[in-house]
């Protein structure tokens, strides 16, 4: 079984974050250990505080780890402080010679409008991180922060992800369109190739961590040589809208593990 990596903050509802990851490589038939770079508090109804991990602990876990279960994939996620953006671009320029695939989903803002990322660590982002990745999952939101272009509407949506391109070469972009009046997702490969993936609105308010499941599902399908990883990645995270369950006060997680069947 191989084993891959999630790099990204802790969701004590387990609807996204760490929790979510892990679930999502569990489903995809791969072992999936983590490194935590923040708490947060946080449940269905949205986040009430954020409390990073010192960077310090993240490069002891992430040496740790590495020595002992090295992986052939990794995910992430929110990173909370520059200081820790510094503390994975440096893992990554270590470990990148081993062909490991990375994902990253830019986790700069929670749904209900808090900061995930001070500034520092979004303009660090884009000049360290970003080289050493090989695909990124912005939203609409996420792309416009990282491209410096204005994006809010499905038109402008190419342009931000040619812009991306063209700042950080042999990045290969997956923008989600959740936000959109039809919920296509924008992919350019690293050659330049682009297309829409379509969509379909699924009715629920069990929305929580779908932009977690897309980028993870996206690891597994490249770690797992899918040929078409962003089309399955897509399909995952439908699948798990539609299996959702009602949860909580607020938005509700999505369901990680549809595709398990369990006896009642």
Known sequence: MKTVLTIAG????????????LMVFRAHGLFGTSCITGLTVQSTVGVRGMHPVKAEVVRETLDCLWD???AAGIKIGMLATAANVVAVADF?????????????DPVLRSSSGRELLEADGVALMRERLLPLVDWVTPNLDELAMLSGRRVAE?????????AL????????????????????????????????LSGEHVETSSTHGTGC??????????????????????????GALRAAHAMGKGRGPVEHLWQMRWDD
């Open 10 to 21: 802790f969701d004590p509802s387990s609807g996204a974050g760490i929790t979510a990851d």
């Open 68 to 70: 002992d279960l090295p």
């Open 92 to 104: 990554l320029e270590r470990v990148r010679r081993t062909g490991v695939a990375v994902v990253l």
């Open 154 to 162: 499905r038109d402008d949506v190419p342009e931000a992800a040619r």
């Open 165 to 196: 391109q063209r700042a950080v070469r042999g990045l290969s972009v997956m923008a989600t369109g959740g936000h959109l009046a039809v919920p296509d997702d924008f992919v350019m490969t690293a050659d330049g190739r682009m297309r829409w």
């Open 213 to 238: 499941a897309l980028s993870s599902a996206l690891l597994c399908g490249l770690v797992r040589g899918d040929a078409d990883a962003p089309r399955s990645a897509k399909e995952y995270v439908t």
